[in-house]
């Protein structure tokens, strides 16, 4: 069966500090990999997605970046964290087409402070 | 973007059926309907998925309008853990937009 493991699940970083979060999956191959963004009390925003090794899509210019350097690997950097990039960051995969579910990761809890 | 309107909140009473709203008047022809519900300090978890026909599954049912532009998800009978927010999205491109989704309270 398929897994999807985030970690870490909470993580206080000072302001100016660098950032990395990581997701991998488990049972699959190829799959579309996402990473969501909840501020306290918000929705859910779509940061990056990846449909495959190397091939990254931004949806929101920040002070963040992903990679995928391997198949089931996506991971979310910054160089310098910001106090508003404080929040609950969710990692998914699915397996693409429009028909496909997402199954979200447990998440990381980030305060920058 | 893929846009969804759901309503902000919602109340039901325990063991009573609950029916949530959803309008997607931007859908294509090819887009799945979506719904995942998060309860608090979680991930979004899956709870259905349509295409044109209702669907049933061991958590919820859906109903699809026959134009496809609304939806409703069905919770038979609720209990105190379906307390959540519950999100409806359509995905396109390979990529889901969530909105801002309907926070279901339930009264014991």
């Known amino acids: 069966s398929q897994t999807i493991h985030q970690w870490p699940a909470t993580l206080v970083q000072p302001v100016g500090s660098p950032l990395s979060l990581e997701c991998t999956v488990e049972?699959?191959?190829?799959?579309?990999l996402y990473w969501y963004r909840q501020a306290a009390g918000r929705g859910l925003q779509l940061l990056f997605y990846s449909i495959g090794i190397d091939q990254i899509s931004s949806e929101v210019p920040q002070n963040l970046s992903a990679s995928r350097p391997q198949d089931r690997q996506f991971i979310l950097s910054s160089k310098k964290l910001l106090l508003s990039d404080s929040g609950f960051y969710l990692c998914a995969w699915s397996v693409g087409g429009r028909g496909g579910g997402y199954t979200f990761g447990a998440g990381t809890r980030l305060t920058v402070v | 973007d893929a846009k969804t309107t759901q309503p902000n909140s919602m109340e039901s009473n325990e063991e009573e059926p609950v029916h949530l709203p959803c309008n997607h008047s931007?859908?294509?022809?090819?887009?799945?309907i979506h719904w995942y519900r998060q309860l608090p300090s979680q991930g979004p978890e899956y709870v259905i998925h349509g295409l044109t026909s209702n669907v049933n599954n061991r958590m919820a049912s859906l109903a699809i309008a026959e134009d496809r532009k609304s939806s409703t998800l069905i919770l038979h009978r609720a209990t105190l853990r379906d307390a959540a927010v519950y999100y409806c999205?359509?995905?396109?491109?390979?990529?889901?937009?969530f909105g801002k989704g309907t926070r279901l309270h339930i009264l014991p």
């Open positions: 931007t859908i294509s022809g090819t887009d799945y």
């Open positions: 999205m359509y995905g396109r491109d390979d990529k889901i937009i």
């Open positions: 049972g699959t191959s190829n799959p579309n």
